[in-house]
Each structure stands twice: as structure tokens, then as C-alpha cells.
């Protein structure tokens, strides 16, 4: 790697990171205006203009709230949860191809930071590793409603981690490929998988809620059973990292179907309009950015809409309806593309 591309990759590197901090900071923000909306209140309206400055507001209380560790806690697991929970969300979003090809002084950049050919894997490996913090933050606590968060936790997201994965390969299947950029590229010129692959579609959009503990599936931290869940004992900033962590995967989340299935940074009739090859690709990362406003949008309709599941039936969904649904997905797919070739 020449300098001139690893200096490109670090600035490139340090932009997404930013975005995704300040999209999940105002995502807080927008989940009280969307909640009050739907229950026919005002919401945040008194730090700034418009309660815009409520998120800010928000995290200073957090640095600024008492650091307790419980005596009986394991004080390096303790810390050791968020960090994790945290690290691996912010880890995600580095395979995440965010537009298309940019052109800096003659020379052509991806707006991509790491275009591994497992990029899915990758994913995937990232979320299976975030359950370590919840497991780990829930057990060192040394509390019976933490163990108990996070083994709801775990549980839940090994489940639906199966589903999420099954739904996959019959969208693997179809573009031949693990790798995201090439994924979004098959898809130029509104052929989106969504339309191949609707029944996958569904099943990763429902494992996608479970796998970010959100309503109906915030199980690991129902506070009429469990007070706080796995993050009962925490506080200041450690509370906030988990807090941000689900934000964090939220936008992640929205990201990955977005780019799996609606086409990624990929707009309808964009050749069409006759724009310089860099305005081109500015538009389609607007684009993209819409498809992930728009399903961040629909987590928080969701939670403030369905009630919360019996965790019986949670765990019933994942197991008995949504894995036979991926496994017939998979198999329908195979069939089609089988006697496809044979005819």
C-alpha cells in the first residue's frame, strides 16, 4: 500500500467513524421525536433549538454521573464488557462499501475501507464477538438480574444469529459472491435482491431487530422482570457505552440490509441525469444514507408499536418459524437456479 492510499484509508477511516458516532448520538434524539410523535407529545424541546442539543446534553450527564464498581464485582470484566460491546460495533461498519469510486487529484479512491471477498463473514463475526460484552458485562457483575439479562442475551442472539445466517445463503445463492462491494454492484440498475430474495429479506429484517435486543425483542433488558437486565449495575460511561453500542448496531444494522438487499449506494436512473462521475457518486452516498435513515426509522416504529414478547415465544419464533423459513428459502433458491441451468 503506497502512502498516498494509506493516508486516504486513515482519513477515509476516521470520517466513518465520526458519522457513525454523531448518526448514533442524534438517533437518540430522534427515537424520543418519533416516540413522542406516535404518543401525541412534544419530545425533547428544551437544550437548544428544537431539543437539538439534547444528545449532547445527554452525554455530558453520563461523564459527568458517579463511576461505581459493586465490591463484588470482577473489576476487569467489569470494564472489559462495554469495551467490547462497544469495540465490535464500531468494528461492523469497515467492510461497508459507503458509494462508489471517487476521483481526488487524478486519482481514483473507493469509498470503501476494506473490500474483503468474506465481507458477510466478516459481519458476521463482528455481531458473534458482541455477544461476548453483554455475556461478560452480565456476569461480572455479580448480580442474579445481570446473569440473568445476559443470558437471555446470549441466548438470543445465538438463535437468531442461525435464522440470520440461513437467510444469507440464499442471497449468497444468487450473487455468487461474499464479498459486499461486488454485492452492491450486481445490483446497479434497480435490480435489488429484495426482489429476488423477499422471504430472506424478511427473515434478516426480524433477526436483525433480535440481534440488536430491540423492541419487541429487548428481552435482556425487560425492566419489569429484570430491573435493568445486564446492565443493572452499571453507570457513568459504562452505562453509556452499551446504551451507544445499541444505537451503533441500529445504523450498522440498517447499513448491512441496505446494502444486502434495497442496492447500497446504488440510485435508480442515476446514469441517466448526465452529472461529473464524482457527483455521481456524492448522490449515490446520499442515497444510501436515506435507505439507512429510513430503516433506522422503522426500528423505532417497530419498538414503539408491537408490545414485547413472552421470552417462550421469542425463542419459538427464532427456532420453529423463522430456521424451517430459511431452510425452505434456501432450498427454493437452489431448486430455482438448479433447473434454471437444466433448461
Not at 471517487?102 to 479512491?109: K, Q
Request: hydrophobic share 50%; glycine share 8%.
Amino acid at each position: 500500500m503506497d502512502l498516498t492510499l494509506y493516508i486516504y484509508k486513515t482519513i477515509f477511516l476516521f470520517i466513518i467513524l465520526l458519522v457513525t458516532l454523531v448518526v448514533a448520538m442524534y438517533s437518540t434524539y430522534g427515537e424520543r421525536k418519533v416516540a413522542a410523535f406516535m404518543q401525541d407529545r412534544r419530545g425533547p424541546n428544551r437544550a437548544g433549538p428544537f431539543g437539538l442539543l439534547q444528545p449532547i446534553a445527554d452525554g455530558v450527564k453520563m461523564f459527568m454521573k458517579e463511576e461505581i464498581i459493586p465490591l463484588s464485582a470482577n473489576k476487569k470484566l467489569f470494564i472489559l464488557g462495554p469495551s467490547i460491546a462497544m469495540t465490535t460495533a464500531m468494528l461492523t461498519g469497515v467492510v461497508i462499501p459507503w458509494g462508489g469510486i471517487i476521483t481526488i487529484a487524478g486519482r481514483e479512491f473507493s469509498m470503501q475501507i476494506a473490500d474483503l471477498n468474506i465481507g458477510i463473514l466478516y459481519v458476521f463475526a463482528m455481531v458473534s464477538i458482541g455477544v461476548y460484552g453483554i455475556m461478560i458485562g452480565g456476569w461480572a457483575s455479580n448480580n442474579k438480574y445481570a446473569l440473568l439479562g445476559s443470558i437471555r442475551a446470549a441466548s438470543q442472539m445465538i438463535s437468531y444469529e442461525l435464522a440470520m445466517g440461513l437467510s444469507i445463503v440464499g442471497l449468497i445463492l444468487t450473487t455468487g459472491s461474499l464479498s459486499l462491494n461486488e454485492i452492491v454492484a450486481q445490483q446497479h440498475g434497480m435490480h435489488w435482491n429484495v426482489f429476488y430474495q423477499p422471504l430472506g429479506f424478511l427473515i434478516f429484517l426480524v433477526c436483525a431487530f433480535a440481534e440488536t435486543n430491540r423492541a419487541p425483542f429487548d428481552l435482556p433488558e425487560c425492566e419489569t422482570e429484570l430491573i435493568g437486565g445486564y446492565h443493572t449495575e452499571y453507570s457513568s460511561m459504562k452505562l453509556g457505552f452499551y446504551l451507544f453500542a445499541e444505537y451503533i448496531n441500529m445504523f450498522i444494522s440498517s447499513a448491512v440490509i441496505a446494502t444486502l438487499y434495497f442496492g447500497g449506494y446504488n440510485m435508480p436512473f442515476i446514469d441517466q441525469i448526465g452529472l461529473s462521475p464524482n457527483m455521481v457518486t456524492l448522490l449515490g452516498t446520499f442515497f444510501f444514507f436515506m435507505k439507512i435513515f429510513f430503516f433506522i426509522f422503522l426500528f423505532m416504529w417497530i419498538r414503539w408499536t408491537l408490545p414485547r414478547f413472552r421470552y417462550d415465544q421469542l425463542m419459538n419464533l427464532g427456532w420453529k418459524k423463522l430456521m424451517p423459513l430459511a431452510i425452505f428459502n434456501i432450498m427454493a433458491t437452489g431448486a430455482y437456479y438448479y433447473f434454471t441451468e437444466l433448461t
